[in-house]
């Protein structure tokens, strides 16, 4: 039997409000960004180039929304620099409706940050850990806030190295990143167990393969097919499809997760609550370890 579609879930449009998306200097981000800044949103972007970011900026001024556009140039694989973007955040916004995570960079060779913390780990889920977590209570005052998280659901639990989070021992880009997509599945299930009563919906999204930047350090065998893979994925406007109506209508119901448009069940064992309690003490043991 096929799976459920978008279509039947989803609630009213909202009007416009206040999104935040991370990534949003460039690719899936970027795109969504100039989507919802067209229709009214105020819009804060998240990255760390300048250029691309002024670039954002730039585009604001040419539709006449530069008061509604704002770039926080930020190294999200850091503890400090996510503390930094949410006290900004805070203190700018009171309320916010729409938290969507994008920012996403592929590594051959395992690299640590300046805090010591392995980097896809770091900017992939322990920056959405944070400000999921640290945007809740302006999230609670939305009328219909959402989180949505783009990465890759789906995944089984079995690509979590409980005792090797951080790849100490073999690393490979393609696996601390596949690794990273299903903590963010079970960040998912906390976060809309947690915030249910404040409303919250949290949606786990896949774009599938998508021409975009696809920002990363490649070794030469994927910078192949990464080459190969600007030339055969899909283009840009049609995975921003899916995503821009999770947005603009999200689910009614508390966690989805969406793989291409198409709707996964999120009782199964891939969405372990239990699971997803036990990534949430041992991200607090890590965040620990991280020097103020
Ligand atoms: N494209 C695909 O085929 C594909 C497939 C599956 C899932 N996804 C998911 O879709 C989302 C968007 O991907 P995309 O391909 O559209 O992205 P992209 O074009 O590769 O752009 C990545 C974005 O992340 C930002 N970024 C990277 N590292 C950062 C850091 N340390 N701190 C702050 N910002 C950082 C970049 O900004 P700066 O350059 O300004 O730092 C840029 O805005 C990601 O979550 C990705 O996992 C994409």
């Not at 209570?137 to 090797?164: Q, T």
């Not at 100490?168 to 809309?192: C, F, P, T």
């Not at 709707?263 to 965040?287: C, I, M, Q, S």
């Amino acid at each position: 039997m096929s799976q459920p579609t978008y279509a039947a879930q989803q609630t009213a449009a909202r009007g416009p409000g206040i999104l935040v998306v991370t990534g949003g200097t460039d690719g899936i981000g970027r795109a969504l960004a100039e989507r919802r800044l067209g229709l009214g949103d105020t819009v804060v972007i998240i990255g760390r180039a300048r250029e691309k970011g002024e670039a954002f900026l730039a585009h604001a001024r040419e539709i006449g929304a530069a008061d509604r556009a704002r770039l926080l140039r930020a190294d999200l694989g850091l503890v400090a620099e996510n503390r930094r973007v949410l006290d900004e955040l805070r203190g700018a916004f009171p309320v916010i409706d729409t938290l969507v995570f994008c920012a996403r960079h592929y590594r051959s060779d395992r690299a640590e940050t300046a805090e010591g913390v392995e980097e896809t780990f770091a900017h992939f889920y322990l920056s959405r850990y944070l400000l999921g977590h640290g945007l809740a209570d302006a999230l609670g005052r939305s009328a219909h806030p959402v989180v949505v998280n783009v990465a890759g659901p789906g995944a089984g639990l079995d690509v979590i190295r409980w005792d090797d989070l951080e790849f100490r021992d073999g690393y490979h880009g393609g696996a601390a990143l596949g690794q990273a997509g299903k903590l963010n599945d079970l960040l998912g299930v906390v976060s809309a167990e947690r915030y249910a009563d404040a409303g919250l919906r949290y949606v786990l999204v896949h774009p599938g393969a998508t021409v975009t930047s696809l920002s990363g350090q490649y070794d030469e065998a994927t910078r192949r097919h990464i080459e190969e893979m600007q030339r055969t994925a899909k283009p840009l406007a049609q995975a921003l499809e899916p995503i821009a109506a999770v947005v603009d209508r999200p689910p009614r119901q508390p966690l989805s997760a969406f793989v291409e448009g198409r709707e996964l069940d999120v009782r199964t064992g891939d969405f372990d609550a239990a699971a997803a309690r036990r990534l949430d003490e041992v991200t607090e043991v890590v965040l620990k370890k991280v020097p103020a």
